[in-house]
C-alpha cells in the first residue's frame, strides 16, 4: 500500500469515526447522566434506544411527521419508558445496592425488548427517508445524511449543555450529582431530579437509537447492539461526567474504525472490552473522573 | 418334574410359535422423525404426510419384498432432547430400519450415533458440514447441500457473471472458512481471484469496511450475511456508488427485507439458494401428493428419502437397516435405468435392471460421506423492487 493511499485510508477511517462517535456520545451522555445522579448504571439503555428507534419510527411512517419532530418523538417514548423502568423496576431495589438495580436493569432490557418484538416483531423497518449517494472529496466519501445526523447530535448535546448550565432543574440536577446529600439540605427534591435524570437520559438513548437507525435500518436489537460500545465510552470517560462520555464516544468511534483497517474488522468488538479492561485497570476513575 | 419340564416346553413353543408366523409376514418398519412442532413445525407436519403417501402407494401396489410397510412418525419438537427419546422408541420399542427427516442439525447430529450403533440407517435435511463428518460409517446420507457445496455454487455463479475479482463480505459463522474456501476455489478455476473480508454483524454501520473492499476494486461483492447486517451492507455499497455485481443469500435479500430498505438499495441484487428440481417427475409427484404447487425443499427431500430406502431395501433382497446400507448408492446413482418413483424403481429392479434415482431434490448421488454430490439451485434478481427468476439449474 502506497503511503499516500494509506494516508487517505486513515484519514477517512478517523472521519467515519468523528461521525459515528459523535452519534454514539448521544446515548453515552444518556447513560452517564442516569448513573451520575442515581448511582447505577443503567443497562437498559440499549434496549431504550430501541424504544425511541420504533417510537421515531411510528412518527414518522405511521403519522408522516418530519425527520426532526420524528426525533423528539423517539426522545418522549424513549423518556417514559426509562421512567416506567425505573419505578417498576430499578427503584424498588434501591436499598439492594448498585449490582441488583444494575441487573434489574437488565431483566428490564429483556421484557422492553420483547415488547418490542411483540407488537413489531423481528423484521428490519426503515425510516421513510431518501437514500443519498455520498459526496466525493478527493479521496474523501462523506454522506449527507451522515452529515446531518452529525449536526443533529451537536444540536442536541447543545441543548443539553444550555438545560444543565441554564435552567434551575439543570442546576439542581448537576448539584445531586455533585453532593446528593448537599443538594436535599438546600431543599432539591431528589425523587423529583431523579426522575427528571431518568428521562432525560433515557430519551437522549432513544435519540441515539433513531440517529442509528437514520443511517441503516431498525430492529429490536437496534439499541442492545450498543451497549458495550456505550459503556466503554462512559468507563472511558469517567462513570457520571458528561464530557467524558463526550471524549469516550469519540475516542471508542475513531478506534472501532482504525481497527478495521489496521487489525481486521471482526475485531472491532474487541476495542470495547479492551477499552473497559485497560482504563479499569490503569485508571478506574477514567479520563474526567472524580470518583471511581 | 417331569410334568414342570413338560409343561415349560408346552409353553416355550406355544410363546415361539406365534413368532414364527410373524417373522415371516412381519411388515416392514420404517420411521419419520421430522419436527411437529417448534421452530421446524411448519414444515414436519407435511414432511410426515408426504412420507405416508408413498408408503400408501407401495403397499397398494404389493409392497417390498413381499411385505407390507408399516409407518410410524414421531415428532422432535426440533429439540435435540425430544428428538432422541422419540428416536429411541423408534428403535427400541417399534424398531424401525430406517429413520428419515431429521431437519434441525443439532436433532440430526444427536440421533446419528443411536442410530448407527443399532444399524439403523438415517436419511437426513439437515445442512451443517459437520454430520457428514461424524464416523458414521455409512449409516446416513442427507439430500440438503451442506454449506460448502453452497459456497462452490456462489463461486460458479459469480465466475458465470464475468467476475474476475471477488470480494466475499461475511460476518463470523461457523461455516465462512469453509464456505469462503470452497468460493475462492471455485473463482480461481475460472481464472479469477477472490479475497475474503470477516465483518462484526453487529455493527449499525460497515463505512470503513466498504472502503476496505472498494480498495480491492471488486466487480463482484459477495454479501454473505443475514438480512439485518446484509440491509447495513447493501446501503454502505450503494452510498459508495458500488457499481458491480452484489450476490447474497436468498435466506438474507428476502421478502422482508426487500419491504423495509429502499428499492434502489437491492435492486439488481442476485440471490443463490438451494432448490428442489422443479419441473422433474419426481417433484411433480410430490406437488400431487402434498397438494401444492410449490412443495417445500424439506417434503422434496422426505420423498427422495423414502423411495431410496424401500429400493435399496428391494435391491439388498432384505428390509434390515444393513440393506439400506449396503444397497442405497447401487440405487441413487450409476448408470441405470433413470426413475424418479419407488413404484418404478421396485418393478425394474423385479425385473432384474439397475435403477439410477432421480428425485424431486435433485439427482441424490451421495459420496462416500453422505454429502449430497449436486443439487439444483435457484438462482434470482431483485428487479423493480421484486425478487425475479433467473434460472434453476
Given at each position: 500500500?502506497?503511503?499516500?493511499?494509506?494516508?487517505?485510508?486513515?484519514?477517512?477511517a478517523?472521519?467515519?469515526?468523528?461521525?459515528?462517535?459523535?452519534?454514539?456520545?448521544?446515548?453515552?451522555?444518556?447513560?452517564s447522566?442516569i448513573?451520575?445522579v442515581?448511582?447505577?448504571?443503567?443497562?437498559a439503555?440499549?434496549?431504550?434506544?430501541?424504544?425511541g428507534?420504533?417510537?421515531?419510527?411510528?412518527?414518522?411512517t405511521?403519522?408522516?411527521?418530519?425527520l426532526?419532530?420524528?426525533l423528539?418523538?423517539?426522545?418522549a417514548?424513549?423518556a417514559v419508558?426509562?421512567?416506567v423502568?425505573?419505578?417498576?423496576?430499578v427503584?424498588?431495589?434501591?436499598?439492594?445496592g448498585?449490582?441488583?438495580?444494575?441487573?434489574?436493569?437488565?431483566a428490564?432490557?429483556?421484557?422492553?425488548?420483547?415488547?418490542?418484538?411483540?407488537f413489531?416483531?423481528?423484521?428490519?423497518?426503515?425510516?421513510?427517508?431518501?437514500?443519498?449517494?455520498?459526496?466525493?472529496f478527493?479521496?474523501?466519501?462523506?454522506?449527507?445524511?451522515?452529515?446531518?445526523n452529525?449536526?443533529?447530535?451537536i444540536?442536541?448535546?447543545?441543548a443539553?449543555?444550555?438545560f444543565?448550565?441554564?435552567?434551575?432543574?439543570?442546576?439542581?440536577m448537576r448539584a445531586?450529582a455533585?453532593?446528593?446529600?448537599?443538594?436535599?439540605?438546600?431543599?432539591?427534591?431528589?425523587v423529583?431530579?431523579a426522575?427528571?435524570?431518568?428521562?432525560?437520559?433515557?430519551?437522549?438513548?432513544?435519540m441515539?437509537?433513531m440517529?442509528?437507525?437514520l443511517?441503516?435500518?431498525i430492529?429490536?436489537?437496534?439499541?442492545?447492539?450498543?451497549?458495550?460500545?456505550?459503556?466503554?465510552?462512559?468507563?472511558?470517560?469517567?462513570l457520571?461526567?458528561i464530557?467524558?462520555?463526550?471524549?469516550?464516544?469519540?475516542?471508542?468511534?475513531?478506534?472501532?474504525?482504525?481497527?478495521?483497517?489496521?487489525?481486521?474488522p471482526?475485531?472491532?468488538?474487541v476495542?470495547?472490552?479492551?477499552?473497559?479492561?485497560?482504563?479499569?485497570?490503569?485508571?478506574?476513575a477514567?479520563?474526567?473522573?472524580?470518583?471511581? | 418334574?417331569t410334568?414342570?419340564?413338560?409343561?415349560?416346553?408346552l409353553?416355550t413353543s406355544?410363546?415361539?410359535a406365534?413368532?414364527?408366523?410373524?417373522?415371516?409376514?412381519a411388515?416392514?418398519?420404517?420411521?419419520?422423525l421430522?419436527?411437529?412442532?417448534g421452530?421446524?413445525?411448519?414444515?414436519g407436519?407435511?414432511m410426515?404426510?408426504?412420507?405416508r403417501g408413498?408408503?400408501?402407494?407401495?403397499?397398494a401396489?404389493?409392497?417390498?419384498?413381499?411385505?407390507q410397510?408399516?409407518?410410524?412418525s414421531?415428532?422432535?419438537?426440533?429439540?435435540p432432547?425430544?428428538g432422541?427419546?422419540?428416536?429411541?422408541k423408534?428403535?427400541?420399542?417399534?424398531?424401525?430400519?430406517?429413520?428419515?427427516?431429521?431437519?434441525a442439525s443439532?436433532?440430526?447430529?444427536?440421533?446419528?450415533?443411536?442410530?448407527?450403533?443399532?444399524?439403523?440407517?438415517?436419511?437426513?435435511?439437515?445442512?451443517?458440514d459437520s454430520?457428514?463428518?461424524?464416523?458414521?460409517?455409512?449409516?446416513?446420507?442427507?439430500?440438503?447441500p451442506?454449506?460448502t457445496?453452497?459456497g462452490?455454487?456462489?463461486?460458479?455463479?459469480?465466475?458465470a457473471?464475468?467476475?474476475?475479482?471477488?470480494?466475499?463480505?461475511?460476518p463470523?459463522?461457523?461455516?465462512?472458512?469453509?464456505?469462503?474456501a470452497?468460493?475462492?476455489?471455485?473463482?480461481e478455476?475460472?481464472?479469477?481471484?477472490?479475497?475474503?473480508?470477516?465483518?462484526?454483524?453487529?455493527?449499525p454501520?460497515?463505512?470503513?469496511?466498504?472502503?476496505?473492499?472498494?480498495?480491492?476494486?471488486?466487480?463482484?461483492?459477495?454479501?454473505?450475511?443475514?438480512?439485518?447486517?446484509?440491509s447495513v451492507?447493501?446501503?454502505?455499497?450503494y452510498?459508495?456508488s458500488?457499481?458491480?455485481?452484489?450476490?447474497?443469500?436468498?435466506y438474507?435479500v428476502?421478502q422482508?427485507?426487500?419491504?423495509?430498505?429502499?428499492?434502489?438499495?437491492?435492486?439488481?441484487?442476485?440471490?443463490?439458494a438451494?432448490?428442489?428440481?422443479?419441473g422433474?417427475?419426481?417433484y411433480?409427484?410430490?406437488?400431487?401428493?402434498?397438494?401444492t404447487?410449490?412443495?417445500d425443499p424439506?417434503?422434496?427431500?422426505?420423498?427422495?428419502?423414502v423411495?431410496?430406502?424401500?429400493?435399496?431395501m428391494?435391491?439388498?433382497?432384505?428390509?434390515?437397516?444393513?440393506?439400506?446400507?449396503?444397497?442405497?448408492?447401487?440405487?441413487?446413482?450409476?448408470?441405470?435405468e433413470?426413475?424418479?418413483?419407488?413404484?418404478?424403481g421396485?418393478?425394474?429392479?423385479a425385473?432384474g435392471?439397475?435403477?439410477?434415482y432421480?428425485?424431486?431434490?435433485?439427482?441424490?448421488?451421495?459420496?462416500?460421506?453422505?454429502?449430497?454430490?449436486d443439487?439444483?439451485?435457484?438462482?434470482?434478481?431483485?428487479?423493480?423492487?421484486?425478487?425475479t427468476?433467473?434460472?434453476?439449474?
Open positions: 500500500m502506497p503511503d499516500s493511499f494509506l494516508f487517505g485510508a486513515i484519514l477517512q478517523l472521519i467515519n469515526g468523528v461521525i459515528s462517535g459523535t452519534i454514539l456520545a448521544v446515548p453515552a451522555i444518556g447513560f447522566a448513573f451520575a442515581l448511582n447505577y448504571p443503567n443497562f439503555i440499549g434496549a431504550l434506544a430501541s424504544v428507534a420504533y417510537g421515531g419510527l411510528v412518527a414518522n405511521v403519522f408522516g411527521l418530519p426532526e419532530v420524528s423528539l418523538a423517539a426522545f417514548t424513549a419508558a426509562g421512567i423502568v425505573e419505578w417498576v423496576a427503584r424498588p431495589l434501591n436499598q439492594a448498585a449490582l441488583m438495580m444494575a441487573i434489574a436493569s437488565l428490564a432490557a429483556i421484557v422492553l425488548e420483547n415488547v418490542i418484538r411483540f413489531w416483531g423481528n423484521g428490519l423497518r426503515g425510516y421513510d427517508l431518501p437514500m443519498l449517494r455520498d459526496v466525493q478527493g479521496a474523501i466519501r462523506v454522506g449527507p445524511q451522515q452529515v446531518k452529525f449536526g443533529i447530535s444540536a442536541a448535546m447543545v443539553l449543555w444550555a444543565l448550565a441554564l435552567t434551575p432543574l439543570g442546576r439542581a445531586v455533585d453532593n446528593a446529600d448537599l443538594a436535599r439540605l438546600r431543599g432539591v427534591d431528589p423529583r431530579i426522575a427528571v435524570a431518568v428521562a432525560l437520559g433515557a430519551g437522549l438513548a432513544g441515539g437509537g440517529l442509528i437507525g443511517d441503516t435500518s430492529d429490536p436489537l437496534t439499541g442492545p447492539r450498543l451497549v458495550l460500545s456505550i459503556f466503554a465510552a462512559a468507563v472511558l470517560g469517567g457520571g461526567s464530557p467524558g462520555a463526550v471524549v469516550g464516544a469519540l475516542v471508542i468511534g475513531m478506534a472501532e474504525e482504525l481497527t478495521v483497517l489496521l487489525i481486521a471482526s475485531y472491532r468488538s476495542v470495547g472490552f479492551v477499552v473497559i479492561l485497560a482504563v479499569l485497570t490503569v485508571r478506574p477514567g479520563l474526567f473522573g472524580a470518583r471511581a | 418334574m410334568l414342570a419340564r413338560r409343561t415349560l416346553l409353553s406355544l410363546l415361539a406365534p413368532s414364527l408366523v410373524r417373522a415371516q409376514a411388515p416392514i418398519k420404517l420411521g419419520t421430522t419436527p411437529l412442532t421452530a421446524g413445525g411448519p414444515y407436519p407435511v410426515a404426510a408426504c412420507v408413498v408408503v400408501d402407494q407401495v403397499n401396489a404389493g409392497g417390498v419384498l413381499g411385505k410397510i408399516e409407518l410410524i414421531e415428532d422432535d419438537q426440533t429439540n432432547e425430544a432422541v427419546r422419540a428416536a429411541r423408534l428403535i427400541d420399542v417399534d424398531r424401525v430400519s430406517a429413520i428419515m427427516g431429521t431437519w443439532s436433532v440430526t447430529t444427536a440421533v446419528a450415533p443411536l442410530a448407527w450403533e443399532n444399524k439403523v440407517f438415517l436419511a437426513t435435511v439437515s445442512g451443517a454430520i457428514t463428518l461424524l464416523p458414521h460409517n455409512g449409516w446416513l446420507v442427507r439430500t440438503q451442506n454449506t457445496l453452497q462452490k455454487k456462489f463461486g460458479e455463479f459469480a465466475v457473471q464475468g467476475a474476475k475479482r471477488i470480494f466475499v463480505m461475511m463470523q459463522t461457523p461455516f465462512t472458512q469453509s464456505q469462503f470452497a468460493m475462492k476455489a471455485a473463482a478455476a475460472g481464472g479469477g481471484a477472490a479475497e475474503l473480508l470477516i465483518y462484526d454483524a453487529t455493527k454501520s460497515l463505512r470503513t469496511e466498504v472502503d476496505q473492499a472498494m480498495r480491492f476494486r471488486p466487480d463482484v461483492i459477495v454479501a454473505g450475511g443475514y438480512t439485518p447486517d446484509t451492507l447493501l446501503r454502505d455499497l452510498r459508495a458500488f457499481s458491480g455485481k452484489v450476490l447474497a443469500f436468498a438474507a428476502n422482508a427485507m426487500l419491504g423495509a430498505i429502499p428499492k434502489e438499495v437491492v435492486e439488481g441484487v442476485m440471490t443463490l438451494p432448490s428442489p428440481a422443479a422433474s417427475g419426481g411433480a409427484k410430490v406437488q400431487a401428493l402434498a397438494g404447487q410449490a412443495p424439506y417434503t422434496c427431500q422426505i420423498y427422495d428419502h423411495n431410496l430406502v424401500l429400493m435399496a428391494a435391491k439388498g433382497g432384505a428390509t434390515t437397516g444393513q440393506a439400506v446400507h449396503d444397497n442405497i448408492r447401487k440405487v441413487s446413482q450409476g448408470s441405470g433413470s426413475v424418479d418413483t419407488a413404484l418404478d421396485l418393478r425394474a429392479i425385473a435392471r439397475e435403477v439410477n432421480e428425485g424431486a431434490s435433485g439427482p441424490c448421488d451421495f459420496n462416500e460421506i453422505g454429502d449430497v454430490l443439487v439444483k439451485f435457484r438462482y434470482e434478481q431483485v428487479k423493480a423492487g421484486a425478487l427468476l433467473i434460472r434453476i439449474a
